[in-house]
């Protein structure tokens, strides 16, 4: 019986443990293709990672990251992808980012001593 115990309390802190995992993918929308190096945000907390070269990412929510927070998947040339904490507690995730233009300033190159 004391055995039993003991696995039941050592099953159930393991359920526990991996809740705050987050693992998926980052890939493009029309084709596909993992999105390397993906930024990925809990904005209210400025704490976050980035995705792997085959655009894979894995994490920790951190202990005090709560459901309503927002959740930035952002990398240039491509559309950020807002999510909640929520919603990041259903891994595996596929996040997929569409591609997007985006309009630079002007800027003027000149040579010569200023």
Do not use: C
């Not at 003991?6 to 526990?16: D, K, N, W």
């Not at 997929?96 to 190159?109: C, F, N, P, T």
């Amino acid at each position: 019986m004391k055995y039993l115990a003991s696995l039941l309390l050592l099953l159930s802190s393991l359920s526990s443990f991996s809740q705050g995992l987050v693992n998926g993918k980052v890939i493009n929308a029309t084709s596909d293709e993992p999105v390397s190096f993906v930024n990925i945000i809990i904005t209210d907390l400025g704490k976050g990672t980035v995705s792997n070269l085959e655009g894979e990412f894995n994490f920790r929510l951190p202990s005090n990251a709560q459901d309503h927070m927002e959740v930035v998947f952002s990398h240039i040339g491509f559309h950020s992808v807002h999510l909640r904490v929520a919603d990041l507690r259903n891994s595996p995730l596929q996040i997929r980012l569409i591609a997007g233009e985006y309009d630079l300033d002007q800027a003027i190159v000149q040579w010569g001593i200023s």
